[in-house]
């Protein structure tokens, strides 16, 4: 149903739903990327890593720990300023 006041979402909050659902599938290869992108759309470390704790309760705490260091594996390498990985085992 649309109505005369939809919007569209912003890349902000693409971003963050990317994640989420990454997160929720448990594909880790394609978070890391995922979690740059919606950090360079000003999606905050703090709000990612708040998702990953909350969604838990309904993925699993498995995913959600590896997802909290995928996250923090990109914190690492934007502090060093290191390139990022394509995310895609070859």
Same mark, same amino acid.
């Given at each position: 149903m649309v109505t005369a006041n939809? &919007?569209?979402?912003?890349?902000? &909050?693409? #971003?963050l739903a990317a994640c989420a659902c990454l997160m929720a599938q448990g594909d880790?290869?394609?978070?890391?990327?995922? *979690? =740059?992108?919606?950090?360079? $759309?000003?999606?905050?470390i703090n709000e990612l890593k708040e998702a990953f704790s909350q969604l838990y309760a309904y993925t699993g705490f498995p995913r959600s720990l $590896?997802?909290?260091? *995928?996250? /923090?594996? *990109?914190?690492? =390498?934007?502090? =060093?300023?290191?390139?990022?990985? /394509? #995310?895609? /085992? &070859?």
């Open positions: 939809a &919007q569209a979402l912003t890349e902000r &909050q693409k #971003g880790m290869n394609h978070l890391e990327p995922a *979690v =740059r992108m919606a950090l360079d $759309n000003g999606v905050t $590896n997802a909290l260091g *995928v996250l /923090s594996k *990109v914190f690492i =390498r934007m502090c =060093r300023k290191e390139p990022a990985t /394509s #995310g895609v /085992s &070859q």
